[in-house]
Each structure stands twice: as C-alpha cells, then as structure tokens.
C-alpha cells in the first residue's frame, strides 16, 4: 500500500513554502563583526578620536605592563600594543542619549552636524560608525528624528558603515517607526533606498519579554524589514529595570545573561550582530585601582567571548587595552584547541574526537573571526592545519567541503 499522488505533491508544496519562509525569516549569519564599539558623548568628539583613544590606551598599557602581560602574555601584549598604535577602535557611535544629555535644541543641532562632519572624516580603520540617538518615544522622538537629520546633513549624505542606535525599545511597533524613519529620511533626502540601517538597544524587560510572553526582541527583528544591524545590550538600565541593586549590577548577573540568551537566540542565523554591553568601571586611579579595574575588564570580556558574544562597548580609552588583549587571548587559544581538529577533519583522520559537518563549521568561523580582529596570521594556522588556507577555511564555514 502506498500514499495517494496527491498527497505527496501536497506535502511538497508545504515545505516548499515553509523552506521559503525559513530562508527569508533567517538567511544565515552575517561576517565582519568588530570587536567593540566604543561610545564617545558626541559634544566631545573630534576626527582625531581614534588616535587620542589610542595613544591614552598605548599610555597605560605601557604603565601597567606587568599586570597586562599577567593576563595575557607578552606576545599578546606586543600584538596589542601594535593594534592601539594602527587601528584602535573598529566602531565609533557618537552619543546623543545618557552620555550626552539634555543640552537645549540649539546646542544639539549644532552638535549633530558637527557629528555627522566627524563620522564622514573618520579613517577607513573605523569600519562601523554612527550615533545613538534619543528614544523614539513620545517626549523624546522629535528631538532623536531632528538630531539623526541634522547628523546626515552635517556628513553629507549616509558615511560609509553608518548605522544609528534606538534606545528605549519595549515594544516591537517601535521598530516600525524606526523603519518609518529611514524610508521618510530616504525619500527627503535623496538617499538609496535601503542605505539607512539601526540597532535596537535592549536595556528593559519588556523588550525580552512582552506582555503576552512572547519574544519582543524575535519580533523586533523580523519586523525590521532587514535594516536592523544589531543588538545592543543596556547592562544598567536593564539591570535597574529588574529591581537589581547597583552594586550587583554587571554583565555577568543572571537577568543579563537571561536577557543575552534570548538577544542570542532571537538573532541567530538572521544576520543580526549581538553586543553585550558596558562596565562602568574604568581603569583610573591608583596603580592597585587600575590594576583591579583591568583585570576586572579582561574576565568579563573574556566571559562574553566564552559566552558567544564576540563585541561589547567600550566607554574608556583604557578598556580598549583590555578589549583587545582578551580578544586576542581568547582567539589564540581558540586557535590551539581548533587548528589540530580542523586538521584531522580535512585529513579524515579519527582520534578522540570526531567532528561532523557542522562542529567544522564552528571551528572554521571562530578561526576565522580570529584572523579578522588580528589575533593571528594565516602561516599560524597552516603551521598545524596545512591545508587550512582561508579560502578552505571559508568553504568549510559555508559547508562547502573542499575537495582535497
């Protein structure tokens, strides 16, 4: 006995759809991510920023040099010192919101084209820029539209890597009038259509969990209409928000790593980065406070790799010393425990551990986000993978397997 024709072609033309919906709902991971953003309240911000970052971070990596070679090694710490010296900061997003304050219409407005002037001069180093605009909310959403106009205006048009931080979201229609937004400044200013894209700020309950239990951030998302670029974690707001004391608040209490969680599933396999977020402890003071605050900083950047999360913000020229040098740590160790498997994957090879398709996957992306921050070379791969070039790398990221 078999199942009638047109059962079958019935079955086909349901997962047909169904496949079609999963592709456009969830079109794969997007590459690129930067390590950090660093945040920068936009009254204070010149086109010199990245170097005076730099040399303040080269400063008091020279300063600290013991307790920095402690947390990651001297060779780390050379790599390190290279990074502050060519390239310090990856992405830049000028304030507008908590850092920036209430400062009168006239004073905004003429820092907002200032900003938009300091975003289009940047160097091509600072691949991802832009600003975090007030809330749209009711009091707030006539001074963050005229701010994010002014800011284009002052740039010109739309600066290369340009994306604008919403705060305040808790509720995914505001991501409709985000949306809204970039269509209405699109067609008033001449712009391509698409060439404005946001992050959504996710620093309250209600932007994890909506009234009805839903996801708001899963929706969010897919109500974006493909312009949201990012997740950006809100460590003190959301932290508040939850009723948690301030001397327990920190990216590492369980209701930010119950709200990451969910960032990090809702976002998945939809091109949408995660980004943890800040501490609000900056390496200044005496040689043990700034000692405490770096080594403070490397664990919990450390963490935030470990956990998944592969940028967070930094709102210190010191954190970039520790930013980079737990990147690197934690990619060069990366390195040593995946290169070998890789090896015996591309080898068929057995051992204790055989991989499938997918943990190749996994092995091949996180070399390959260690080779694009600068934690290694290409030869330190091939050194134990031989065959391991970035162009076999890549095949087996897409799950492509190479033919050898």
Do not use: N
Request: some cysteine; hydrophobic content about 45%.
């Amino acid at each position: 006995m078999t199942l009638p024709p047109e059962y079958l072609a019935a079955v086909t033309v349901r997962l047909r759809d169904v496949d079609a919906e999963l592709a456009r709902d969830y079109p794969g991971d997007r590459h690129g991510q930067p390590v950090h953003t660093a945040y920068v309240c936009a009254a204070d911000a010149g086109k010199d920023l990245p170097h005076e970052w730099g040399a303040a971070a080269a400063e008091l990596a020279d300063r600290h040099a013991g307790v920095l070679t402690e947390l990651g090694g001297a060779d780390v710490l050379a790599r390190v010192r290279d990074t502050l010296a060519q390239r310090p900061i990856q992405d830049l997003r000028l304030d507008f919101e908590d850092g920036y304050g209430t400062r009168g219409d006239e004073a905004e407005d003429r820092d907002a084209l200032r900003a938009g002037q300091v975003l289009a001069a940047l160097p091509a180093e600072v691949f991802s820029r832009g600003i975090r605009i007030k809330g749209l909310t009711g009091a707030e959403h006539r001074r963050a539209i005229g701010t994010l106009e002014r800011v284009l205006e002052g740039a010109g048009g739309v600066p290369h890597g340009f994306v604008f931080t919403v705060p305040k979201i808790r509720a995914a229609e505001q991501v409709d009038i985000a949306v809204g937004l970039c269509e209405a400044l699109e067609s008033a200013h001449g712009l391509p259509s698409g060439a404005l894209r946001f992050e959504l700020q996710i620093e309250s309950p209600q932007a994890v969990v909506a009234a009805d239990g839903s996801a708001t951030v899963a929706r969010a998302i897919h109500r974006a209409a493909g312009r949201c670029s990012g997740l950006h974690y809100g460590t003190y707001d959301y932290s508040a928000a939850c009723g948690i004391a301030p001397q327990f608040q920190s990216l590492e209490h369980p209701v930010a790593d119950h709200a990451k969680a969910v960032m990090q599933a809702a976002a998945a396999q939809t091109g949408v980065w995660v980004c943890d977020g800040s501490t609000q402890v900056a390496p200044v003071g005496t040689d043990a406070e700034v000692a405490a605050a770096v080594s403070r900083h490397f664990r919990l950047v450390t963490r935030s790799l470990e956990h998944g999360y592969y940028q967070g913000w930094d709102m210190h020229p010191g954190h970039l010393v520790t930013r980079w040098l737990a990147t690197f740590a934690f990619f060069r160790g990366a390195l040593a425990a995946a290169a070998p498997r890789i090896d015996r994957y591309l080898r068929r090879r057995g051992g204790a551990v055989v991989d499938e398709p997918a943990t190749a996957q996994a092995l091949a992306t996180v070399v390959l986000r260690g080779l694009d921050c600068g934690a290694f070379e290409p030869d330190d791969v091939t050194a134990t993978a031989p065959a391991a070039t970035v162009d076999v790398l890549t095949q087996l990221r897409e799950r492509k397997l190479p033919t050898l």
